[in-house]
């Protein structure tokens, strides 16, 4: 008889055209996941902030004097603007000791993530601080 070889490859073709399409159209229809990137950019970002704001002893400093405001500000500076936070910050006992908010907007309802930071006071009463920084982008 004839040789069918040819149109069962042809059938097979438009079978994997119509695989593919349909799982296009599945995949776009799911919403899709946290963009990862985003994230990890902002944990690097408090990261080096937070590295940066304890060089030379500043940052244990200024958690010893209790200086939110300057805290506050220098922080301010050193995050790119459209990113918000909030920052809190822990003794040793990991009870909250700054008394009032350091940030910059409210992050409820926001995607955030979570930056974790040790910090030590270098005076002859050593003391060590955890500092917890929240981070979100601005829409």
Excluded: H
């Excluded at 069918?4 to 438009?14: C, M, P, T, Y």
């Excluded at 970002?45 to 200024?62: V, W």
């Excluded at 003794?91 to 979570?114: F, H, K, M, Y």
């Amino acid at each position: 008889m004839f040789d069918r070889r040819g149109q069962i490859r042809i059938l097979e073709a438009f079978l994997s055209i119509a695989v593919i399409f349909s799982a296009l159209l599945i995949s776009m229809t799911f919403p899709s996941s946290p963009n990862l990137a985003k994230q990890k950019s902002l944990v690097n970002i408090g990261t080096q902030a937070l590295m940066k704001l304890d060089t030379n002893d500043t940052l244990g400093n200024l958690i010893k004097q209790e200086n939110w405001t300057a805290i506050k500000q220098a922080l301010d500076i050193l995050l790119p603007i459209g990113v918000s936070f909030n920052l809190t910050i822990y003794d040793e006992n990991l009870n909250p000791i700054n008394s009032q908010a350091i940030q910059n907007t409210n992050l409820l309802g926001r995607e955030t993530v979570s930056v974790q930071y040790v910090c030590a006071s270098q005076n002859q009463n050593v003391r060590f601080f955890v500092l917890r920084l929240q981070l979100a982008w601005t829409r």
